[in-house]
């Protein structure tokens, strides 16, 4: 009966605190049965579990790069016993010569420099400016009602179609190229960032508005922590079109940079340089991949340690 009372009396305490979970006494929390787990406890299962855990992911990393190298080697050997053209098709040791000779004249990390820093200005302020829209859409539903076919629309719109009138606007210069990059990140944060909003529990909103919460304090309690999967989630896809935004404005205007070397390139039938521009392009592509999926583990990690 004294169990029985004490989570009674308990249940009638519990107060959400300031970042919105639960404050337990601590007799419940230990627990009044006399049982208790330390971490000296850990099962032989889950070690089990955790080693093969490790095996599996080494033999993924193994698998891995034993594909690449044997792409790599298949393709320089076609190249090398005639079965590819590698005037065509390059091969990797035509690849490297060029960016040798890149790198001997100067030009290779300029525009490697160039690229990447259009790219994550294009990323930064796409990301920025759709999630703030999304934020304020949220706040206003009655807005968002209004601007939704719109916002289809746009996100329809192919927008390289736009690239000709921002070189008018803007310039042919850096600014038309992040602000390709921009737009096309742009309203994919905005749709994706509204639908994790969409997605929160309409009973945690309702019982924060019970409890007498204001909007701010639902959007920075509630929404925007249950929707960190969405919105990294839209960092990853904004990756990918970052690139195409700044490679298609370097298309159009660059003198400058990979997109400038992939049409040079071409134009005069240098496809060992539109190659080399190409593998640079996925490695600078992978390693801002990684860099997201960098962060998104760690703000997982803090919203877990913090709810």
Request: net charge neutral; proline share 3%; aromatic share 8%.
């Amino acid at each position: 009966m004294s169990n029985k009372h004490e989570y009674a009396t308990a249940s009638k305490t519990m107060l959400i605190n300031g970042r919105g979970s639960l404050d337990v006494p601590d007799s419940i929390n230990h627990g009044t049965s006399g049982t208790s787990h330390t971490s000296n406890d850990v099962s032989a299962e889950h070690q089990a579990y955790l080693r093969a855990k490790k095996r599996t992911d080494t033999l993924v990393t193994i698998w891995r790069l034993m594909i690449l190298v044997g792409l790599i080697a298949l393709w320089e050997l076609s190249a090398q016993i005639g079965w590819l053209d590698s005037f065509i098709f390059s091969s990797p040791s035509r690849i490297v010569n060029t960016l040798a000779n890149l790198y001997t004249e100067g030009s290779l990390f300029q525009h490697i420099f160039v690229t990447v820093a259009e790219t994550v200005a294009g990323f930064i302020l796409g990301t920025i400016a759709g999630t703030l829209i999304a934020i304020a859409l949220w706040w206003f539903p009655t807005c968002m009602r209004v601007l939704d076919p719109y916002l289809v629309i746009l996100n329809a719109l192919p927008k390289i179609a736009l690239g000709p009138i921002l070189i008018v606007w803007i310039g042919a210069g850096y600014g038309a190229i992040v602000m390709m990059a921009l737009l096309i990140s742009l309203v994919v944060t905005i749709m994706n960032a509204l639908v994790g909003f969409r997605e929160v529990s309409a009973e945690k909103l309702l019982l924060m508005k019970a409890l007498g919460a204001t909007r701010m304090q639902m959007l920075t309690m509630v929404v925007l922590p249950a929707s960190v999967p969405a919105l990294m989630a839209t960092l990853k896809l904004n990756v990918g079109m970052a690139w195409v935004g700044v490679i298609v404005g370097e298309f159009l205007v660059s003198k400058e940079g990979l997109g400038y070397l992939i049409v040079y390139g071409g134009q005069v039938f240098k496809l060992d340089l539109v190659m080399a521009s190409i593998v640079i392009l996925c490695i600078a592509a992978a390693l801002m991949y990684y860099a997201v999926a960098f962060l998104e583990k760690k703000l997982s990690g803090a919203w877990a340690h913090d709810i």
